[in-house]
């Protein structure tokens, strides 16, 4: 187990290099960063050239990467145009994504594993089929238009909630913009529980348990949720980095100042410096998930051993 | 109707609550009555450090607005620069000035200001190691070229020589050339006068500026949130006759019309393209929409012979007359345009060199006249013009393929005219400074300081700093140095407004339209109105 945890570790080293360098030559590649600082003006040569000095902008791209990525060794992400540290904007950008992608997951284990159970022991009842139908209706609306939906219903209309977040962000406010997030997830995570169940519900450990007697509780959810869950437990750990880097829409419909906001000026302004050290988290966040994921196939699967 | 009710309530709800914030977080101010009412105000994040001579975007433009104050003011009204902080200012030969301050005014911290908080203030803004983004405003004193050499070589000295400090009140410019006009520039942000925290504990003046305005700022979280009280201490006139502002940043302009409809927020000074067709149901006549210091032109690339020969002026007029700018403007930006009749801005007003109409037939749609022109000047280059833009903000997209149908309409030929999209801004000022425009692009002007002098200058003399189709013209040039050197005002800008008729004459740019300003507001709010910078002049809005 520990070494299979170290090997994973060393992995990630080639893959974090390698996305760091592709998104810093993607943003290098949308041209000078410096000359959208000035309005619709040319800035003066000078201060521009100045400029450019300061943020190492003068030097070959391989440079300004291993500069970058020396920094980023000691902790240094930079400073962004507007004279913040790049670690300042995370410091108050990830805790708010992170309170919403948690409110996001939990709607997700929550609504998503229990109406999938629900559905997956009533195969074919009328329960299922609506729930079925439900969830096709929420894949196939995109985000934006359930978002812009429900702010408006809820905010302008009936005044239940604010149309917009305020930015102590807490987790009651996150509350309708975490379903939002969660809407499509969440109805993959149905189907996904549904079909599981109703695939294991026929094995033979099933059979054996209800055979022993035990109460059908314990059977659905010592036995046939448990084994049930693989598949789901990787669509969720993989969507943790979905829903922390694709919260840029809902995260600009109810202006909640997260990673996606950030993220969002970041590429408007061509600010190298944030969306580079955003996104390097935002990878981080992918690989860790990622190996939680295998971790947690031991816990649910015992037959499952890293050696 | 019950949704309506239930909107009712939630306005009121934040209504009181905004109240209840205003009269606990007021500090010294007594609360009660409708002058200690805090209102909130749509925000975006300013794109650089909140230093006067660092901000040249609207956002950080309206806090510089709120907590300072210069040696002159433009009138949100008139935009006439008038006396603020200047006492006098005086001059005998428009090279020389002698600048006095009224006594009185503090900042709000309890310092004094004095011509050294003047004199300090513009040597920082002038000076390259501090990067200002605005250096080039004191681009006219004595010795900018030793504290900002142009080819960024290392400066010589900190300060400008042009400046000296003759007692408490009173401090001499002398500039490198004669420029009449120049105490009207005074009432820029960049010229306003900064304290000696700013210089001795720089970090923490960004963290929370403070400066001489009517507002002081009582906490600022950089990225979502300022909240800007009364400076009860305020010794001017305009004394804020609100409790404060809260300026809340949006991402998304829609997302903050959404909570003016919700009761959330009380003031959006951008109200999004996409909901202008609702906004008289929304709000009826808490709308704004006047005309902004910007106007749209099209540039030429006159580094390219093709668009510098002989007959090329008429191919340039006739482009402008086969433009509909009545139709665009109607249909495309919902009359939040109008329509361009000169090169300069109707913020300015007749007296100060607006002339409407001084464009003539060259900006009316002839579609008849304009094909012949067009063909007298020997045709389009190539037979087609490519009009560039850059496509990521602005939608520019669709007006420039409107202006290509019209021209296409006009001119009888679908392929006349089409769009050239440059992927982002920063390309499309790259691809201008590299003069690799081959040509008309669009060219936008936000004014400096409401003076017609800021509308021509930088725009159309020789080698100026955004001639960037790099027009020159000797005739242009001797008038603006005529109208430069002219003391008395009106004839100064006279000579101005012949020197805009040689660029009406040769068309050196095509006008399009001037940009308006707008603004919405919530039913608490009384006497909005935007300066000619489009900011809300937030020290006259009343509450309640």
């Known amino acids: 187990m520990g070494r299979y945890v170290v090997r994973r570790l060393l992995q990630m080293i080639p893959v974090f290099i390698g996305a760091t360098l592709l998104i810093f030559l993607m943003v290098n590649v949308m041209g000078d960063p410096i000359a959208g600082l000035c309005g619709d003006k040319q800035c003066d040569p000078a201060t521009a050239a100045q400029l450019k000095k300061e943020f190492g902008l003068d030097k070959p791209v391989w440079q300004q990467y291993l500069t970058y990525m020396g920094n980023v060794f000691t902790g240094d992400f930079g400073t962004a145009f507007n004279g913040q540290k790049v670690t300042e904007l995370m410091s108050t950008a990830f805790p708010v994504t992170i309170r919403l992608t948690i409110v996001a997951i939990l709607f997700e284990i929550v609504i998503g594993i229990t109406l999938g159970v629900v559905t997956g022991l009533r195969r074919g009842r009328p329960v299922d089929t609506s729930v079925l139908l439900l969830t096709l209706v929420v894949i196939s609306v995109p985000t934006f238009v359930t978002g812009l939906l429900l702010q408006l219903l809820l905010g302008v209309e009936w005044g239940w909630i604010k149309p917009s977040v305020s930015t102590d962000a807490t987790f009651s406010e996150l509350i309708v913009p975490g379903l939002v997030l969660a809407s499509v997830s969440l109805a993959y995570v149905t189907r996904l529980t549904r079909t599981s169940i109703a695939e294991n519900r026929r094995a033979d450990y099933v059979r054996t348990a209800i055979a022993k007697g035990l109460p059908r509780q314990r059977v659905i959810i010592r036995h046939l949720l448990r084994n049930s869950l693989i598949p789901v437990v990787t669509f969720i750990g993989t969507d943790i980095g979905a829903l922390m880097g694709g919260a840029i829409v809902t995260e600009r419909i109810f202006n909640i100042h997260g990673v996606g906001y950030q993220l969002y000026q970041g590429i408007l302004r061509q600010n190298t410096q944030t969306v580079v050290g955003f996104v390097t988290v935002l990878v981080l966040v992918f690989l860790v998930a990622n190996l939680l994921v295998d971790l947690l196939y031991a816990v649910l699967d015992p037959r499952i051993r890293y050696a | ?544």
Request: aromatic fraction near 10%; proline fraction near 5%; glycine fraction near 10%.
């Open chain 2, 1 to 544: 109707m019950r949704g309506a009710t239930h909107a009712k309530w939630a306005a009121c709800a934040a209504a009181v609550a905004l109240a209840a914030t205003a009269c606990g977080g007021g500090g010294s101010d007594s609360g009660g009555g409708d002058s200690g009412a805090v209102l909130s105000s749509s925000w975006g994040d300013p794109q650089n450090p909140l230093e006067p001579a660092n901000t040249n975007e609207v956002q950080g433009g309206k806090v510089l607005d709120m907590i300072f104050r210069g040696l002159k003011r433009y009138n949100p009204k008139t935009g006439a620069a008038e006396d603020m902080l200047a006492e006098k200012i005086d001059t005998s030969d428009s090279q020389n000035f002698t600048v006095t301050v009224k006594s009185g005014w503090k900042f709000s911290n309890g310092e004094a200001v004095t011509a050294q908080s003047f004199v300090d203030a513009w040597n920082y803004g002038a000076s390259l190691k501090n990067n200002q983004k605005n250096a080039y405003f004191f681009g006219y004193i004595e010795g900018y070229d030793k504290v900002h050499p142009e080819d960024g070589s290392k400066q010589t000295a900190d300060t400008l020589s042009g400046l000296k400090v003759t007692g408490t009140n009173t401090f001499t410019v002398k500039l490198t050339q004669k420029f009449s006009t120049f105490p009207d520039t005074l009432g820029y942000p960049a010229f306003a006068p900064l304290p000696k925290a700013f210089f001795s504990d720089h970090a923490a003046w960004i963290k929370k500026p403070v400066g001489n305005g009517p507002y002081a700022i009582e906490s600022y979280t950089k990225g979502s949130k300022m909240s800007l009280r009364k400076w009860d201490g305020y010794p001017g006139d305009d004394k804020a006759e609100n409790g404060g502002v809260d300026l809340k940043v949006y991402t998304d302009n829609n997302t903050a019309y959404t909570d003016l409809m919700a009761g959330n927020l009380d003031l959006v000074d951008d109200v999004p393209a996409a909901q202008l067709k609702n906004v008289k149901n929304d709000l009826g006549d808490r709308y704004l929409n006047t005309p902004a210091g910007i106007i749209q032109t099209l540039a030429f690339p006159f580094y390219d012979k093709n668009w510098n020969k002989s007959g090329s002026e008429k191919v340039r007029k006739g482009l402008s007359m086969a433009i509909n700018r009545e139709q665009i403007t109607n249909t495309i930006f919902q009359k939040t345009r109008t329509p361009a009749t000169d090169w300069t801005s109707p913020v300015l007003g007749e007296k100060g060199g607006f002339q409407d109409g001084l464009c003539g037939d060259g900006c009316e749609y002839k579609p008849d006249e304009a094909k012949k022109l067009i063909q007298e000047g020997g045709g389009l280059p190539g037979g087609q013009v490519k009009i560039s833009y850059n496509a990521d903000t602005g939608s520019h997209k669709e007006w420039v393929d409107a202006v290509c149908n019209s021209i296409n309409n006009a001119l009888g030929n679908d392929k006349a005219c089409v769009g050239n999209p440059v992927g982002t801004f920063a390309d499309f000022r790259n691809q201008i400074t590299q003069k690799k425009m081959s040509g008309p692009f669009r060219a936008g002007w936000q004014m400096d300081y409401p003076l017609i002098q800021n509308f021509l200058q930088p725009l159309y003399y020789t080698n100026a700093s955004s001639n960037d189709g790099k027009w020159s013209n000797k005739d242009f040039d001797k008038l603006v140095d005529q109208a430069n050197q002219e003391t008395d005002t009106s004839k100064a800008i006279g000579l101005f407004q012949d020197a805009e008729k040689v660029v009406r004459d040769n068309m050196a740019a095509i006008p399009l339209w001037y940009q308006n300003g707008s603004a919405g507001w919530s039913d608490r709010l009384s006497n909005v109105a935007l300066n000619p910078f489009s900011v809300p002049v937030y020290n006259e809005i009343k509450v309640g």
